[in-house]
């Protein structure tokens, strides 16, 4: 029996991080387990929940603004690790991001 999967939420292998401006650093990160993430980058809410800090320009304090590469890829949260590079969801970052 042959699956119709539709296209629109397939992984575009043709998108790399290398090209990117770091389109997924904008979003609000909740830190939902223990991975190590500096105390620097944390911002606790009035609630106790915990998120990564982002600065001024909207962007993950843990973002390098020269390399565009995060500084804590080993210690990155949960919800980082399962952002999936060129899935629906990155597609719709860059487009938001203006990188289409």
Partial sequence: MTKNIDIEFVVDPTISCLDC????????????????????????DRWGAETMRQLDDGKCSALNRETMMCTIYENRPWVCREFEMGSFECQDERTEGGIS
Avoid: S
Wanted: contains cysteine; glycine residues 4%.
């Fill in 21 to 44: 401006k770091a389109c997924c650093c904008r979003l609000e990160v909740m830190i939902l387990t223990d991975t190590g993430v500096p105390e620097e980058h944390i911002k606790v």
